[in-house]
């Protein structure tokens, strides 16, 4: 089946706008994770959604950045005011949390360049 | 603090050498390491599962808990394996801590 799928690939903009991110995981994982790739800060983990439960924010930077997913399934990472330091590549992951274990499976990403 | 740590930015060999990318974990409950791989162009995809125990493409990672360890191993290095490697570690909340990355260059 189809893997994780993000888009835009690339999206530019310029500092003080707004932007959403969004992210189609796989069919019937029930978690959902975001997390940023930058060249300061490596691998940050932002945001987790796991079924109906309250999401795990705790990875937010500020209170710019949100994330909602609706039905269970998409995801939209909105960041407002974008700020350069913002720039980075968005990484969605999606899981089917099991008592086995989890397996993370990687979107392509959004490469964002702020202005 | 829940951290991973990889010393080498930079890993470089020549083919057919043996290859050890390092990776060390500090966390305080049960560990559940992964060691992740991103290709030229390609996007970050799983490699190995400390509870797995599988070889993957020849490569093999034991979790040392006495040394909160988790090294990756392959005997003999081929010029495919060139990539950036992430060693990762799951938290009890399912989030995953990445180290810093480590980018293996096999040399012909």
């Keep these: ?115 | 603090a829940q951290r991973v740590t990889q010393p080498e930015k930079l890993l470089s060999v020549f083919k057919g050498a043996p290859v050890e990318l390092k990776c060390n974990y500090s966390y305080s409950g049960s560990p559940e390491l992964f060691w992740y791989v991103q290709y030229s162009r390609q996007r970050l995809q799983l490699l190995l599962r400390h509870i797995s125990r599988e070889s993957i493409k020849g490569f093999t990672a034991d979790l040392n808990k006495g040394e909160t360890s988790f090294h990756l191993k392959k005997p003999f290095a081929q010029e495919e394996d060139s990539a950036m490697y992430y060693c990762a570690l799951r938290t009890s909340s399912y989030k995953l801590i990445f180290g810093s990355g480590t980018r293996l260059l096999v040399r012909p």
């Excluded at chain 1, 397996?103 to 490469?111: I, K, W």
């Design chain 1, 1 to 115: 089946g189809a893997g994780v799928s993000q888009s835009p690939s690339n999206k530019v903009t310029e500092k003080g706008k707004d932007v959403e991110l969004r992210c189609d995981p796989i069919s019937g994982h029930t978690a959902l994770y975001w997390y940023r790739q930058s060249l300061g800060q490596g691998l940050e983990f932002l945001i987790y959604f796991q079924g109906n439960s309250a999401p795990d924010k705790s990875g937010l930077p500020s209170d710019r950045f949100s994330a909602e997913r609706t039905g269970g399934s998409v995801s939209t990472l909105t960041i407002q005011r974008t700020q350069q330091e913002d720039s980075a590549v968005y990484l969605c992951a999606s899981s089917l949390l099991s008592r086995s274990g989890d397996t993370q499976y990687f979107g392509p990403g959004t490469r964002l360049t702020v202005l």
